[in-house]
């Protein structure tokens, strides 16, 4: 259920509007207001409602204080949010959000496929390495903050906990609707909290960040690894199987202007990363009435690949700490997991690519 490269073209012949890019056109081309099925226009307003959901629940939280009679709920709603600790002990997940229809249709938009390589022992605990970052990582959402693709089912008693970063559950409305879907902080603390909750409980870590958006281009596969050593310390503390997990079709969501290394961008990038956490690509997509112009993603299907879970080295009686040549071994095994499913799918479902995988920082 992906649109079409013409605007007019017969709904019958549905193919990635990635190939709608502005590139090489010179005008812009709207939508027709007829002729697009009712399904389509539904998956259009799922993806609409995830991206606006942030400025939507700030203007509802606003317009909330225009409203005296509600003040006292405002009131005692502040003062839960300076107390909530959920965000740093696991979230707060519930089920019947991660199943809503609407994330069936957000799904259906790209569309977004889920393949598991390998059968996951519910009696263990475990850490995936989302890659690439993308964008928006609108995959990583896709699979482990909502059961859209069938998480649950393929693997039984894995309870996976998609992390971001504290600062998204500061925000009023937004962070009680992540919080719902499992989503949790990536902080240290929580981590360990969830891996230590029991068996089944697992985490998921965008592994690349923010470094890594910054080269999320149309058919490249930069990955941002090689100093990313944290999630690999955290996997041996708590005797956590490694999950190298793979997006093909991540980076095809949305293009980005040109911002090598050295360039003023660049810089300007890297200095609001180190100043605020988290840095912002200059992309751009469609838009909701148009195929050229705009942060709507563009269709383009999103094909994700949970790999065989990489088991990681005990602890020695007395180390608290696992040694730096453990920490480089695993990598390389991770590594190693990551090219398999890479060079396995990338002719099947990478066949536009400009380059292969590269480990590339």
């Known amino acids: 259920m992906t649109d079409t490269n013409s605007p007019t073209a017969p709904a019958a012949t549905v193919t990635p509007d990635r190939a ?37 629940c700030l203007v509802v939280f606003a317009y909330c204080f225009t409203l005296p009679f509600l003040w006292p709920l405002l009131i005692a709603y502040i003062t839960f949010l ?18 809503w229809k609407i994330w069936n249709y957000f799904v259906d938009y790209f569309p977004v496929k889920l393949i598991k390589e390998h059968d996951l022992d519910a009696s263990g605990n475990y850490v995936f390495g989302y890659h690439p970052h993308g964008i928006i990582s609108m995959g990583a959402f896709a699979n482990f903050a909502t059961e859209a693709t069938g998480f649950s089912d393929k693997f039984p008693g894995i309870i996976p906990s ?4 504290a600062s998204n559950f500061r925000l009023p409305l937004y962070r009680d609707v992540i919080l719902s879907l499992g989503v949790a902080s990536v902080s240290r603390h929580s981590c360990e909290t969830i891996l230590s909750s029991g068996p089944g409980r697992s985490i998921v870590i965008v ?6 958006s910054l080269s999320a281009r149309p058919g490249i596969a930069d ?11 955290l996997a041996i503390k708590h005797q956590a199987s490694l999950v190298p997990v793979f997006s093909f079709g991540e980076n095809d969501l949305y293009e980005q202007f040109d911002n090598e290394k050295g360039s003023t961008v660049y810089q300007l990038q890297k200095r609001m990363q180190a100043l605020l956490g988290f840095t912002m690509p200059l992309f751009h997509a469609r838009g ?42 695993v990598q390389e095994e991770y590594i190693k997991g990551l090219e398999a499913i890479y060079n396995k799918y990338k002719d099947t479902y990478a066949k536009d690519r400009k380059q292969d995988l590269r480990i590339v920082d």
């Open 223 to 233: 990955l941002t690894l090689k100093r990313r050593l944290g999630f690999i310390r």
């Open 82 to 99: 300076f107390v909530d600790k959920a965000p740093e002990n696991g979230g707060r997940r519930f089920d019947w959000p991660r199943r």
């Open 288 to 329: 909701i009435f148009n195929y050229d112009v705009g942060i709507i993603p563009f269709r383009h299907p999103i094909t994700t690949v949970v790999g065989t879970p990489i088991p990681v080295p005990k602890l020695e009686k007395g180390q608290l700490e696992p040694s730096q040549q453990q920490l480089v071994a």
């Open 20 to 56: 709608d890019s502005p590139s090489s056109r010179s005008h812009v081309r709207w939508a027709p207001l007829r002729g697009i099925p009712l399904e389509r226009r539904l998956q259009m307003l799922a993806v609409c409602t995830w991206i606006f959901m942030l400025f939507v």
């Open 207 to 212: 592994i690349g960040g923010a470094a890594e």
């Open 162 to 165: 998609l992390l971001t970063l």
